[in-house]
């Protein structure tokens, strides 16, 4: 079982409970507060927090006073740096790598939705759809990427993240192979850098675009951005497993998702929208819905077994439950799975054909 890879491994909430080091927390944003509520729940307690160097302005966060490195290299001989952002800038991501080959830096991973952690009770719960998930990867690079993901989830340890991250290209290029016939639907398009990115492989060629964005402000930026674009259909809708209506947090950018409390939200059944129309290639990065849009285009799934290209990384249970979704509705998909470059394991996708 794959899940026999993480028998020898220490979690990273243990190890940081067990750490004789000063614990420093580098970041003060979203991330930062759910890894303090984790450490609550674990028993782990923080010693100091950073930001980089740009950021610090004598600020304080959760009644530390926000510092620079340098000045925790003063404070300290010896520390353990815990990161607490995420980052796909490659300057950023440089720096990262950086400070952990100074110090011992960890990475422990928090869901981007939900509160669910991957510890050892996770593993146990879900030991069965983890291993059956692994089985199913079409190739030997999904099936590593899907090795160091997860132990990159239990450990932190960031050294395993650089070794299977590749660019969009190779997914695109290699595994979608987008041709200059495609009906696309872009599920969560954004203010349409998607579309762009559609039409970057396909030569700007396209048979049809169906694009859903549920939040007012991005769907208007969308619709600006596709005034001059024919043969396209745009929907101020989130993807859903049913046709409801939903409160959304109305956040800004890429980030507006279903919450228990805000704006109340068109949503709908990607077959409903279709209504029967093809589609060849579908793209969802719907902000933790990713398994209720999955359940809301069965039909779509079977009739025409589009390509998939959908984020597996907004719930710990993405990695394997959605693949698993997708294999049962249509047994015909071949499912590869892909990191590309962030940190922590964001942008892990799967794409299936």
Known sequence: MITDILKNETDVWSK?????KPIV?????????????????????ADAVIASDDFVRGQSFHGFTVKKLSDI???????????????QLPDVMDNIFKISKLHETVVPSVPVFGNV?????????????INQAYDILEDKKSKDVYKHILKFYYTGKIDLLPPVTTDKDEAFLKILQLGSNESYVDLGAYNGDTIDEFLYYTNGYYKHIT???PNSKNFNKLKAHCSEMKKTSLWQLGAYNKNTELAFNNKAGRNSAISDSGIITKVARVDTVLCGMEATYIKADVEGADYETIEGMKN????FKPKLNF?????FEDLFRLALLIKDI???YRIYLRHHPYIPAWDTNLYCI
Do not use: Q, W
């Open 300 to 303: 779509t799934l079977r009739t």
């Open 73 to 87: 290299e003063r404070e300290f001989k010896d520390f353990t740096v815990v990161l607490c952002f995420a980052s």
């Open 330 to 332: 249509n047994p015909a």
């Open 117 to 129: 952690l991957f510890d050892n009770s996770f593993i146990t719960l879900y030991n069965n759809e």
């Open 311 to 315: 984020s597996a990384y907004h719930r």
């Open 25 to 45: 927390l580098y970041g003060m944003g979203d991330g930062a507060d759910k890894v303090l509520c984790a450490f609550k729940k674990y028993g782990i307690n």
């Open 211 to 213: 694009a859903l964005e």
């Open 16 to 20: 940081l409970k067990n750490n004789a």
